[in-house]
């Protein structure tokens, strides 16, 4: 079992859905950040500055999302944490940003998504000259002021 998570800036957080397929969650989460960042009447350059909610999503350097790799929050010595499902394996493995770079063995970067929208795609926080925020530690980002989703075994 897999539990989405939306946790806020003072560190409480909640469940907003479950499922026994992790994949199951990844309309979850497209349509919380829709609902969040999205769905109101601002400009899209007002919306790329007033977000709420991210989440952490791994793209490779020619800017398509990884499939099979979860953002899984902050764990293990304040490091940054996904779960990870290899190829031809039903397992997800948990890992930090570190491992994972080993495992890939290529360039990839985190991107922190806002929503997706029918005709642009994948809409991801970027900083005020519009280049992708790849970093947690941006400042631009600024990730003590938004709420975040991350994924957990229910058992873990």
Request: proline fraction near 2%; charge should be negative.
């Amino acid at each position: 079992m897999y539990q989405l998570f939306k946790k806020d800036n003072f560190g409480h957080g909640e469940i907003v859905a479950s499922s026994e397929n992790i994949e199951d969650l990844e309309q979850n989460i497209v349509n919380i950040l829709n609902v969040d960042n999205l769905d109101n009447p601002l400009t899209l350059d007002e919306k790329m500055k007033n977000y709420t909610t991210i989440y952490p999503t791994i793209y490779d350097k020619s800017g398509n999302r990884y499939s099979g790799v979860f953002y899984s929050g902050i764990k293990n010595l304040n490091k940054h944490t996904f779960l990870v499902k290899r190829q031809g394996s039903k397992d997800l493995e948990e890992m930090n940003y570190q491992e994972l770079s080993t495992l890939l063995g290529v360039e990839f970067s985190v991107n922190f998504l806002l929503g997706y929208d029918k005709v642009s795609g994948d809409v991801v926080a970027v900083t005020p000259k519009g280049n992708a925020i790849t970093s947690f530690d941006n400042k631009d980002l600024d990730i003590k002021e938004r709420e975040y989703l991350y994924i957990r075994q229910a058992n873990a």
